[in-house]
């Protein structure tokens, strides 16, 4: 299937979705899981990988992640509460630089992460939470994966020099369209958002940009390394 093909379906898919159910909200399962046995397994492949690193302690970064929680779309607590972040080391190199960015332009202020590299195991559970709705397409098959499934994206925010999470207008891993900056325009004419919503997410794409990090169009938290085709071309995705 072509690229062009592709593009055309994924964009009809988020079409229908927001015109479906603008506020969709995946079930909770009935018997959340914890998926100790599979993270430990991850965390013992991503430390011995000399391709990945550890940016837990990295200075001007915080761990939030959010599948190490319960409080996620899944309704399952993915990382078995690991605060554990890994990238690939082309991919810490940027997130080095966004962090002086930051400290230059935002001083006081940090990066906080809400997921970095991401096991194929993970992936499966979010692909699932999406399956058989509209909004599957927002979800990569952990067959083709996606870029956090390469150690090559992540999904994070930033703080005022309080510590604070900057208001964003939405959640992390909001199904609204006006979580992307595609539906911003709109979502600032009805009054979904404010100008300083939309200003928050501005000074955080300004910093990853600058640091040479590709924002996701449909979602304000996810930045890419590099483009995906080249990320396909030139990276392997993980095995497990």
């Known amino acids: 299937m072509s690229r062009i093909l592709l593009t055309v379906l994924f964009m009809c898919a988020m079409a229908l979705a927001h015109e479906t159910d603008s506020l969709f909200v995946p079930p909770k399962p009935e018997k959340p899981l914890r998926y100790c046995s ?5 965390i013992e492949y991503a430390t011995a990988d000399s391709n990945l690193v550890e940016i ?8 939030d992640l959010r599948y190490a929680t319960f409080d996620n779309v899944t309704g399952h607590d993915l990382y078995c509460g690991v605060q554990r972040a890994f990238v690939h080391k082309d991919a810490a190199a940027k997130l080095r630089k966004a962090v ?3 400290e230059r ?6 990066l906080v992460i809400f997921d970095a590299s991401r096991p194929l195991y993970a992936q499966e559970a979010l692909r699932k939470t999406v399956r058989g709705t509209p909004y ?18 992540l999904d994070l925010s ?5 510590g604070a999470l900057l208001d964003m207008g939405t959640d992390f ?6 979580a992307g900056e595609v539906g911003e325009a709109d979502a600032l004419k009805s009054g979904r958002l404010t100008q300083q919503q939309v200003d928050n997410r501005n000074k955080l794409r300004k910093i990853m940009r600058g640091a040479g990090w590709v924002p996701l169009g449909s979602e304000w938290w996810h930045f890419n390394a590099y483009p995906s085709k080249y990320v396909r071309e030139n990276y392997p995705k993980f095995p497990l």
Do not use: Q
């Not at 930033?158 to 309080?162: A, F, N, P």
């Open 158 to 162: 930033i703080t005022d020099s309080t």
């Open 56 to 63: 837990t302690r990295l200075k001007g970064v915080r761990m």
């Open 173 to 178: 891993d909001s199904f609204e369209r006006c």
């Open 38 to 42: 599979s993270v430990k397994k991850w």
């Open 100 to 102: 002086k960015i930051m």
């Open 105 to 110: 332009e935002m001083p006081g202020s940090e």
């Open 136 to 153: 599957s397409a927002y979800v990569s098959s952990p067959a083709t994966g996606g870029l956090h499934n390469f150690g090559l994206a």
